[in-house]
């Protein structure tokens, strides 16, 4: 396993992706014993302007909390990719929304389209696009375990248990994309 994660999660208002890099920061401190920090930046307006979530989880101590070095970067909307596609390391991994990207660039980063937000509605909400994607990154970086992200969304919908069994459906989708 790899010593330390730099995750940005990037979209719009109303995604989730506070939601997400909260998730992901539970699992790696209250499941795993790790450190991590989350840092969110948005526009004033609640849903439709640029949003993003850095997410650091380390085995170590984490001196600084925002990404510097981005190993993984989640874009869900158009404005979120054009952002980070010219931007990152060769090293970095990409992951977009094929359903809403669709100008994609060949900019020598390793890309990985999927459609995560029409896998969400094939779930019945659109809304849990989040986690989805969730799943993914978790898939391809192991940078939590699944076992953690799922006591973590237990334990947040807990007063909600339809929403509970939605959201770890559609991290499991995530995984198996």
């Known amino acids: 396993m790899k010593e330390r994660w730099e995750i940005i999660l ?5 995604q989730g992706l506070i939601m997400s890099g ?3 920061g539970e699992a790696a401190t209250v499941h795993e014993g790790r450190n991590a920090t989350l840092t969110s930046s948005y526009g004033t307006e609640t849903r439709g302007t640029f949003t993003k979530s850095d997410v650091i989880i380390s085995s170590s101590e984490i001196y600084f909390p925002e990404v510097t070095n981005a190993d993984v970067v989640l874009a ?9 596609v010219t931007s990152l390391d060769k090293d970095a991994m990409l ?3 094929s359903g809403l ?3 994609v660039k060949d900019t020598g980063v390793k890309q990985y389209g999927y459609p995560v937000t029409d896998t969400a509605r094939r779930l019945g909400n ?3 696009a989040n986690l989805v994607a969730l799943g993914i990154i978790v898939k391809k970086t192991g940078a939590v375990s699944e076992a953690s992200v799922v006591k973590v969304i237990e334990e947040k919908f807990s007063a909600k248990p339809l929403l509970a069994e939605l959201n770890i459906k559609a991290f499991r989708k995530g995984l198996e994309a």
């Open 76 to 84: 869900l909307a158009p404005v979120a990719y054009e952002r980070y």
């Open 22 to 24: 909260a998730i992901l």
């Open 10 to 14: 990037s979209g719009v208002g109303g």
């Open 95 to 97: 992951i977009y929304d």
């Open 101 to 103: 990207v669709t100008d």
């Open 126 to 128: 659109a809304s849990a």
